[in-house]
């Protein structure tokens, strides 16, 4: 089954961390950019971070230096690691694969203040 699964969202303190995970199936995982977007209530989906098939990372300005993304190609997985969080990070976390051009379903973080 071609799919993408997000897990590790929760409800976390501001100033906490949570470590988000992408599992993929059913694509060449290895040979996909992998990016996590991310979309707030009322707000456009935004693009936080891109992992390459290279390993090269780029981030958006609201979170380089509290996020990084990392992937292991042994396990199809990739990875969003969220430290220093604050209640403007609260939104549901999406990771899309760029070659397969495939979405997952969403896992929402949520930063209490």
């Known amino acids: 089954q071609v799919q993408l699964v997000e897990s590790g969202g929760g409800l976390v303190q501001a100033g906490g961390s949570l470590r988000l995970s992408c599992k993929a199936s059913?694509?060449?995982?290895?040979?996909?950019?992998m990016n996590w977007y991310r979309q707030a209530p009322g707000k456009q989906r935004e693009l936080v971070a891109t992992i390459t098939s290279t390993g090269s990372e780029n981030y958006a300005d609201s979170v380089k230096g509290r996020f990084t993304i990392s992937r292991d190609n042994a396990k199809n997985t990739a990875y969003l690691q969220l430290n220093s969080l604050k209640p403007e990070d609260t939104a549901v976390y999406y990771c899309?694969?760029?070659?397969?051009?495939?979405w997952g379903q969403g896992t929402q973080v949520t930063v209490s203040s």
């Open positions: 059913g694509i060449i995982f290895e040979i996909n950019a």
């Open positions: 899309y694969a760029g070659r397969a051009r495939l």
